[in-house]
């Protein structure tokens, strides 16, 4: 059983590692830093790296029973009953590019399932902090998502089409795309955020990992929204990668009928 002590404790310690996250990208942002793409095509630099290893070394210290993962080193303690997800610098190439649409993603998982997560825009200042059945913040503050009439009144985005890389995944997102309004593309972690916020009412996306989508769900559902996978079905570790966030849970149901038709 989690007490508020425990809780408190880790709300503390997602705080500080969000902290020594952003200590170490920050001299980075906007510098020479060199790009790398590694073997799955997708880029990392030595700020990702750092950033990690950064939260990793907290972690080992004051979370000794803990599991670890993250997205530029190995797993540690696999089959832990409380894992810390860890995604240094979601968004680098708009990290790269000098764009502040990046963030850092640490999430908690009590099992399968994420019940503390974070996004951490370290430049602009800005922290989302959603943890299971309380209110999700803004640099303290209590947000709310915000209410929609359906898809056609949705503004929505995506990261990019290129995401959706199967002929399937790719032609059921062009059917919900004619079914939406306006539909924004780039904006990573910054777009779950934004859900949460009131500003975006629907992201739909495919090919994450659990590091690109774990902490966004207790910011999103904190914040009155949802996240499901292309099915309705919960996000638990093990989904395949394609989610639907709602800040109005209702077009959840809207937004899979479309994808399965």
């Not at 990690?52 to 670890?68: K, P, Q, S, V």
């Not at 430049?123 to 503050?141: E, M, Q, S």
Request: hydrophobic share 45%.
């Amino acid at each position: 059983m989690v007490t508020d002590a425990d809780l408190a404790a880790d709300i503390a310690l997602v705080h500080r590692l969000a902290e020594a996250a952003g200590a170490v990208i920050r001299p980075y942002f906007r510098s020479s830093v060199g790009i790398e793409t590694k073997a799955d095509a997708s880029p990392v630099t030595a700020a990702d790296r750092d950033a990690e290893a950064a939260i990793r070394a907290i972690l080992r210290a004051e979370r000794t029973n803990d599991g670890i993962w993250g997205e530029e080193f190995p797993e540690e303690r696999s089959g832990a009953a409380r894992t810390w997800v860890i995604d240094p610098i979601d968004g680098t190439q708009a990290f790269v590019a000098g764009r502040p649409l990046f963030g850092t993603l640490i999430a908690l998982l009590d099992g399968d399932v994420p019940v503390l997560g974070v996004i951490d825009q370290c430049v602009a200042g800005d922290r989302w902090l959603g943890i299971a059945g309380r209110p999700t913040t803004l640099n303290g503050t209590a947000i709310e998502t915000r209410r929609c009439q359906g898809l056609a009144a949705a503004r929505a985005a995506t990261t990019s089409p290129y995401l959706f890389r199967t002929e399937g995944d790719s032609a059921a997102f062009q059917r919900l795309r004619a079914s939406l309004g306006d539909v924004m593309y780039g904006g990573d972690n910054h777009n779950y955020a934004l859900v949460a916020t009131g500003c975006l009412d629907l992201v739909v996306e495919a090919g994450l990992k659990l590091h690109d989508w774990a902490a966004l769900v207790p910011v999103v559902a904190g914040a009155g929204g949802a996240m499901t996978d292309w099915s309705g079905r919960p996000l638990r570790r093990g989904s395949d990668g394609r989610v639907i966030a709602a800040g109005d849970p209702g077009l959840i149901a809207a937004a899979v009928a479309v994808l399965a038709d």
